[in-house]
């Protein structure tokens, strides 16, 4: 089975699996539903938010303290002056479903200064009973990855995810859940200022990024993020989860690190020199 095929694979199931669930309200353009009958797509899930999404997650996002209408990151009413400020605004948050079901807010942990900003799809079982991103299996295997070439949660990187509370069942985050939580995931790159994003995983990718494309096609390349004044480019690769669970796709998450590696390099001097002390050019 090729790349493509496999990648076509797990989306298909994961948008089936979205179908069943009722996780999402998708509405796929008339040819990805014909592909989506026939299973022959990779189904890029150009999805369209229904209204009543759009209008819950506004809602609720307003009652988190940010204004809503805007993903520009120039129109919140909450304007947070520390990342200690956003996690005590995410640890006390009700604005969406995920609240009631939480054991733990997952704000986010790393330096305040970061060179990258690591950012995942949501919480699992482990995160959600510790209240910290990435710490089982996937997490650690995360850690691994990312030590590979010179990023450390504790030296230079902050890890968070689009949705900082568990969704039930490992589910994907549903679209207004997204919604009322981007404002706080926004808030924590303006603050944050990292030269660089690595993104794990479809969901997290299309979600920051606002598009339908698949993993496959996203994956090792920079697409800047704009968010306010400020551009950042952002890498999507492989969530570690998919690595675990087929370690074929180990070799390709490792192709776009080295990309990483090597563009960031080429904006810091010091993470350059850090590679060669490390030892891992
Ligand atoms: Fe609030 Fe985000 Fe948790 Fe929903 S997932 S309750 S928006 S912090």
Not at 136 to 162: E, H, P, V, W
Not at 226 to 239: A, C, L, R
Request: charged residues 20%; aromatic residues 6%.
């Amino acid at each position: 089975m090729t790349i493509e095929d496999k990648t076509a694979l797990t989306s298909f199931l994961n948008l089936a699996g979205d179908y069943i669930k009722g996780g999402y309200k998708v509405t796929p353009p008339p040819d990805i539903q014909e592909q989506y009958q026939e299973g022959l797509s990779s189904l890029p899930l150009a999805y369209q938010i229904d209204e009543d999404d759009e209008e819950a997650g506004e809602s609720l996002s307003a009652e988190a303290g940010f204004a809503t209408g805007s993903t520009s990151g120039s129109n919140h009413s909450f304007i947070p002056s520390s990342i200690e400020d956003i996690a005590a605004a995410i640890n006390t948050c009700k604005a969406c479903g995920l609240a009631a079901t939480r054991k733990n807010a997952v704000p986010g942990e790393g330096v305040k200064n970061p060179l990258v900003m690591v950012i995942g799809e949501g919480p699992g079982a482990d995160e959600d009973s510790l209240g910290r991103p990435f710490v089982g299996k996937a997490g650690q295997l995360l850690d691994r990855m990312l030590a590979a070439i010179s990023l450390y949660r504790d030296k230079n990187c902050f890890i968070t995810n689009t949705v900082k509370c568990r969704p039930p069942e490992n589910r994907n985050p549903e679209p207004g859940e997204m919604a009322a939580c981007y404002p706080f995931l926004e808030q924590q790159i303006l603050l944050l200022k990292p030269s660089l994003i690595l993104c794990v995983g479809r969901v997290a990718a299309q979600d920051l990024l606002k598009t339908g494309t698949g993993i496959n096609a996203l994956r090792g390349k920079f697409i800047d993020l704009k968010i306010g004044e400020i551009i950042i480019p952002v890498m999507p690769t492989f969530h570690p989860s998919a690595l675990l669970w087929d370690s074929s796709l180990k070799s390709y998450a490792w192709d776009d690190l080295r990309l990483f590696r090597t563009r960031l390099a080429s904006i810091s001097e010091e993470y350059a020199s850090s590679i060669g002390k490390d030892g891992k050019n």
